[in-house]
C-alpha cells in the first residue's frame, strides 16, 4: 500500500509562489505516474499537473500553464508542484495522487488515480 503526504501549503498574497511537496511510503513509487489535482470549496476536484514515470513528460492544466512546474524526485520518492504568480482563483485544498500505470487518455482524471493523500489547504489572498 502506499501512503501519500502532501506539505507545503498556506496563506499567501496574490503574486506570490509556493511549493507543495507529496512525500510517498509504503513502497517505492518511481515507476508511478503522478499528480496534481485541487478542489475549491463547492466546486468539483480538478486537474493540476501530471508526470510520468521517470519524469520525462508533463502535463498542465490550462489555467496553471506558464505559472506551475511539477517534478519529482524518485530518490526521496517526492513529488513537488511550484507554483508561481499565484491568483486567488488558485485558492484550494491540494491533492497529490499515484498510480502504478500510465494512460494518455486519461491521466487528467481522478478517476484514473489509485492512491492519494489527505490535502493541503492553499489559500492566496488579493
Known amino acids: 500500500q502506499v501512503q501519500l503526504v502532501e506539505s507545503g501549503g498556506g496563506l499567501v498574497q496574490a503574486g506570490d509562489s509556493l511549493r507543495l511537496s507529496c512525500a510517498a511510503s509504503?513502497?517505492?513509487?518511481?515507476?508511478?505516474?503522478r499528480a496534481w489535482f485541487r478542489q475549491a470549496p463547492g466546486k468539483e476536484r480538478e486537474f493540476v499537473a501530471a508526470i510520468t514515470r521517470g519524469g520525462d513528460r508533463t502535463y498542465y492544466a490550462d489555467s496553471m500553464k506558464g505559472r506551475a512546474t511539477i517534478s519529482r524526485d524518485d530518490a526521496k520518492n517526492t513529488m513537488y508542484l511550484q507554483m508561481n504568480s499565484l491568483k486567488s482563483e488558485d485558492t484550494a485544498v491540494y491533492y497529490c495522487?499515484?498510480?502504478?500505470?500510465?494512460?494518455?487518455?486519461?491521466?487528467?482524471?481522478?478517476?484514473?488515480?489509485?492512491?492519494w493523500g489527505q490535502g493541503t489547504q492553499v489559500t492566496v489572498s488579493s
Open positions: 509504503g513502497r517505492t513509487v518511481s515507476s508511478y505516474t
Open positions: 495522487a499515484a498510480v502504478p500505470a500510465w494512460n494518455m487518455a486519461r491521466y487528467y482524471s481522478d478517476s484514473e488515480y489509485q492512491f
